[in-house]
């Protein structure tokens, strides 16, 4: 069984600090990676995709992929009470396509 | 209208009953899926279709059925439902260059299993 790991948090970061998201996963083949953000009681929203070594940055996000490690990572700068929220991990399969997920990680910013 | 429409956006039903989530889109992607949440267990995958005619079992297909009415449509049913059955349900699309652009997710259907 394919996995992705994510540490489900909560974690709490105050007004203006760096949140640090992590996800793990146990594909080696894997080459598309994807965070998406959760409301409460909302559909999940993309905010960044990666799928090649190193960092990509938009805005105040950046996502960090490191697929020797099988490590992809979320940073979120000067982080708002308004990105307090799950965050997703998704891994697409190599073999069709489909994203599997990881549990999410439940974000707090703290004013 | 939004891009996944997902219907009912919420149910209860009683144990035993069959019931159907409906899922339609206007994107015109070839690609659907069905997906559950349950707390501190992220998304899992029910059943996916790459197209009308082909539809595959997720990880966790057992107790569900799907139907791929048309490309726009793509319908999930228990056909008893029980009570760990309730979750929230997701409907996704995405195109076959899934790579770059992730999925279109519905808003969801909140199924309560009594």
């Known amino acids: 069984q394919k996995e992705v790991e994510q540490n489900s948090g909560p974690l709490s970061v105050p007004e203006g600090a760096i949140a640090s998201l992590n996800c793990t996963y146990s594909d080696r083949g894997s080459q598309s990676f994807f965070w998406y953000r959760q409301y409460s009681g909302k559909s999940p929203e993309l905010i960044m995709f990666?799928?090649?070594?190193g960092d990509k940055e938009d805005g105040r996000f950046t996502a960090q992929l490191n697929k020797a490690s099988q490590y992809v990572s979320l940073l979120i700068r000067d982080s708002q009470p308004s990105d307090s929220a799950t965050y997703l991990c998704?891994?697409?399969?190599?073999?069709?396509?489909?994203?599997?997920f990881g549990q999410g990680t439940e974000l707090s910013v703290k004013p | 209208d939004a891009d996944v429409t997902q219907t009912p956006r919420n149910r209860i039903t009683k144990t035993g009953k069959r019931i159907m989530l409906e899922c339609s889109q206007t994107k015109g992607h070839d690609r659907m899926y069905w997906y559950r949440q349950d707390p501190g267990l992220g998304l899992r995958l029910i059943y996916y279709s790459f197209d009308v005619k082909d539809i595959n079992k997720g990880e966790i297909s057992d107790g569900y059925s799907v139907s791929r009415q048309a490309q726009a449509k793509f319908s999930l049913s228990l056909e008893s439902a029980i009570p760990n059955q309730t979750a929230l349900y997701f409907c996704?699309?995405?195109?076959?260059?899934?790579?770059?652009?992730?999925?279109?997710f519905g808003s969801g259907t909140r199924l309560t299993v009594v």
């Open positions: 998704a891994v697409r399969d190599n073999q069709g396509g489909k994203l599997i």
């Open positions: 990666i799928y090649s070594n």
């Open positions: 996704a699309t995405s195109d076959f260059d899934g790579v770059n652009h992730g999925y279109t």
